[in-house]
């Protein structure tokens, strides 16, 4: 992954408040064409796949996707440098090659961890 990023923005209608990403050109819930950005920071993962072959790149190394239901409120398809599982709270941003990137918030402690040495 590339150390450039940015702030993942989605769009949000100034007249209902509805967000969405990506951007368009007219609020479907109100019809509303002015749209304020929205700093999509944090979301949930809702679902994973591995894609393991892709078509131009034989032997590359597989790639991790997962839907991400944001805070915001739009869901986005997000990869990650290793895989989710599902309900892992993540952040989000977007690389220098424009895609959006989850990475995980919780790391759940090792059960028992403090006691290893006892
Ligand atoms: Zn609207």
Same mark, same amino acid.
């Given at each position: 992954?590339?150390?450039?990023?940015?702030?993942?923005?989605?769009?949000?209608?100034?007249?209902?408040?509805?967000?969405?990403?990506?951007?368009?050109?007219?609020?479907?819930?109100?019809?509303?064409?002015?749209?304020?950005?929205?700093?999509?920071?944090?979301?949930?993962?809702?679902?994973?796949?591995?894609?393991?072959?892709?078509?131009?790149?034989? +032997?590359?190394?597989?790639?991790?996707?997962? *839907?991400?239901? *944001?805070?915001? +409120?739009?869901?986005?398809?997000?990869?990650?440098?290793?895989?989710?599982?599902?309900? *892992?709270?993540?952040?989000?941003?977007?690389?220098?090659?424009?895609?959006?990137?989850?990475?995980?918030?919780?790391?759940?402690?090792?059960?028992?961890?403090?006691?290893?040495?006892?």
């Amino acid at each position: 992954m590339n150390d450039t990023t940015t702030t993942l923005d989605v769009h949000q209608c100034t007249q209902c408040g509805k967000t969405l990403f990506p951007a368009r050109y007219f609020c479907p819930a109100c019809g509303g064409a002015n749209w304020r950005r929205y700093v999509a920071q944090t979301g949930t993962v809702m679902e994973t796949t591995i894609v393991r072959h892709r078509a131009g790149a034989p +032997g590359a190394a597989p790639l991790y996707l997962a *839907t991400v239901h *944001t805070d915001a +409120g739009p869901a986005v398809i997000a990869c990650s440098a290793t895989p989710l599982a599902d309900k *892992t709270r993540v952040s989000l941003m977007v690389d220098a090659a424009h895609r959006i990137v989850a990475s995980a918030l919780d790391t759940p402690e090792p059960s028992g961890d403090r006691y290893a040495d006892q």
